[in-house]
């Protein structure tokens, strides 16, 4: 009778046997909590401070501007001074005994205060010259000025036998081609009240007169301001 073996192959690696005795328990399940991030309150937070500076820089830039835009307005300027009226009265030239000059020049001033603050003015000064030497000067009583108004005051420039000693030859050339150069300067001096404080103003204006001796006329007036 034949014996048949039956061979089988052994596992490389043994099954764990679970000892007697000992209870066996399944693998617990570990479980972790993560703490979820509130991004949205962080970018809030980050978000209103840059608000708040590019309100407060934007509040100050106006602000800036709308002082800026006061002290152009508010802030005095010189009074605007013209001619509105320059006639000759009379001329003469006298070479004997020595030489003078008597003449006689009635002008009107137009003063206008372009400012939002009245003008008051101690003086108008007027002043006539020769190839640019002062001959005389006249002065005139002071006013007040409204705010954004025109005044006109009226000067008479008067010379009585002023001696003219050394342009004497200029002199004589000119009245011998018919034509006597003068210059005329008119000055205003005064002071504006900025709220609490007095700034102090001017207005100049000058002209160049060529004055017609033979017929007594000014053939070429020609102003400008300073």
Do not use: W
């Not at 009226?154 to 018919?178: N, Q, T």
Request: net charge positive.
């Amino acid at each position: 009778m034949a014996v048949t073996e039956q061979t089988s192959q052994s596992p490389l690696l043994p099954q764990p046997q679970i000892p007697y005795g000992i209870p066996y328990q399944e693998p617990s399940t570990t479980y972790v909590f993560l703490q979820a991030y509130r991004r949205r309150r962080r970018s809030l937070r980050r978000f209103c401070p840059s608000l708040f500076s590019s309100s407060a820089l934007l509040f100050f830039s106006l602000l800036l501007l709308v002082l800026l835009a006061a002290a152009f307005f508010l802030y005095p300027s010189d009074p605007q001074i013209s001619l509105s009226r320059l006639r000759l009265n009379h001329l003469r030239v006298k070479t004997l005994p020595f030489p003078s000059l008597t003449i006689s020049l009635d002008l009107k001033a137009r003063v206008r205060n372009p400012d939002f603050f009245s003008l008051r003015y101690t003086s108008l000064v007027a002043s006539i010259g020769y190839r640019g030497k002062r001959l005389g000067v006249v002065e005139s009583r002071g006013g007040r000025i409204r705010a954004r108004g025109v005044s006109y005051v009226d000067a008479v420039l008067e010379l009585d036998g002023i001696e003219i000693i050394g342009d004497v030859f200029y002199l004589i050339e000119d009245v011998a081609r018919g034509v006597v150069p003068l210059e005329t300067v008119t000055e205003l001096d005064g002071v504006m009240r900025l709220f609490f404080v007095d700034v102090p103003v001017e207005g100049r204006v000058s002209c160049s007169v060529n004055v017609n001796p033979a017929n007594q006329t000014i053939v070429r007036q020609d102003c400008y301001p300073e």
